[in-house]
């Protein structure tokens, strides 16, 4: 009986992509077919099927955790991957040479699976392929907000005149944010500063710990900015001779500067 202790040499090395869910985006040096071998030797998830090769999990989602990106990437790719990043997570990308040298062990890498962390900022909000912001139609009558759930936050002036300003329209305001039931959140002037300046108030602090707490996995919420609501909502009671809706917001925008 063969009671030898195991020598270091002979204990196999760890595959850096062990247990990885790998995606490939674009096209490579070499056919695609030789990356998935490359990458399933490494250990990445995937099974081989008959004599010449196997194929990896080609689902892009949020149990993704490395995206190898080649050229040409298409459309439908880079607006997945914005999506993903939209909802939280945040897939790191390497180049089919990063691979190489990760599998050939010249460079250090992990590639857990991505934890849910979603980062309001200024271009997130104003510069995603994924649109944030709602506006308001000043050629009609219909708006976004009928029959819908709306995040407020620290308002200005006197919310009652300002809650029923939105309830003539059909909205409910709630100051909690619960992400099972939110649709829109209210948007301040300087909420918008502040992220230009890359600063996040309370509003978006809230906004960001409650969903990234949740067990959504979709950020389905969308911005109004107040000014535009408020000028679309005095604009529609004009111009359809809505005077008690006209009133209340008329005297919303006055409480505000008399807070001043």
């Not at 329209?169 to 209210?186: E, K, V």
């Amino acid at each position: 009986m063969n009671n030898k202790e195991p020598m270091l040499f002979d204990i196999e090395p760890l595959k850096p992509f062990d247990g990885v869910r790998v995606y490939l985006s674009g096209t490579f040096s070499v056919p695609q077919s030789v990356i998935i071998n490359e990458l399933i030797d490494a250990g990445a998830i995937g099974q081989k099927i008959g004599p010449k090769g196997g194929m990896l999990t080609q689902n892009l989602a949020k149990t993704t955790c490395v995206i190898i990106a080649g050229k040409k990437q298409n459309e439908s790719d880079l607006l997945k991957i914005e999506t993903l990043a939209h909802d939280g997570y945040h897939i790191p990308i390497i180049t089919e040479d990063e691979m190489r040298l990760i599998i050939a062990g010249k460079k250090q890498a992990s590639f857990p699976l991505p934890i849910k962390n979603v980062d309001i900022t200024f271009d997130f909000l104003f510069n995603s392929r994924v649109p944030k912001i709602i506006h308001f139609n000043f050629y009609e009558y219909t708006h976004p907000l009928g029959m819908k759930e709306l995040f407020v936050h620290d308002i200005k002036g006197k919310k009652d005149l300002l809650l029923q300003s939105l309830g003539n329209i059909g909205a409910y305001s709630n100051f909690d944010f619960d992400p099972r039931t939110i649709d829109y959140c209210w948007l301040k002037k300087e909420t918008i500063e502040k992220l230009k300046k890359g600063e996040k108030d309370e509003f978006i602090q809230i906004i960001t710990s409650k969903y990234n707490s949740s067990s959504s996995d979709k950020f389905t919420y969308k911005f109004i900015i107040e000014s535009e609501a408020i000028f679309w909502m005095e604009y529609r009671a004009r111009e359809i001779g809505d005077k008690i809706s006209l009133d209340y917001i008329t005297r919303y925008q006055q409480s505000i500067y008399d807070d001043l």
